[in-house]
Nanobody, 115 residues
């Protein structure tokens, strides 16, 4: 069973930055994609940043230009760099890995952005 463990969640003021990390128990190079999802109040969980096995990245419109996803396959880690944070970025952030053995999720981590 693949395990994904997120870290880096915190409370910050609007305009601030955070870095979320997700450590996988297996080689991240084997995943078809690694992504960050988030669930904000009253909304369904949505994908906000995706990194594919070929190195392509895509972002939700709401975070494009502010968030950056990158993988470090040596450390089996995927990172989400978040800048210019807004109160509407507040929510629970989840790491996801989709690979040959299935679809896996981290436990989620809280990010709170105050005005």
């Amino acid at each position: 069973q693949v395990q994904l463990v997120e870290s880096g969640g915190d409370s910050v003021q609007a305009g601030g930055s955070l870095r979320l990390s997700c450590i996988a128990s297996e080689d991240t190079a084997l995943f078809y994609s690694m992504s960050w999802f988030r669930q904000t109040s009253g909304k369904e969980r949505e994908a906000i940043a995706v990194s594919t096995i070929r190195g392509h990245t895509t972002y939700a419109h709401s975070v494009k230009g502010r968030f950056t996803i990158y993988k470090n396959n040596t450390e089996n880690k995927v990172v989400l760099e978040m800048k210019a944070l807004k109160p509407e970025d507040t929510g629970v952030y989840y790491c996801n890995g989709a690979g040959p053995s299935g679809d896996f999720w981290g436990q989620g981590i809280q990010v709170t952005v105050s005005p």
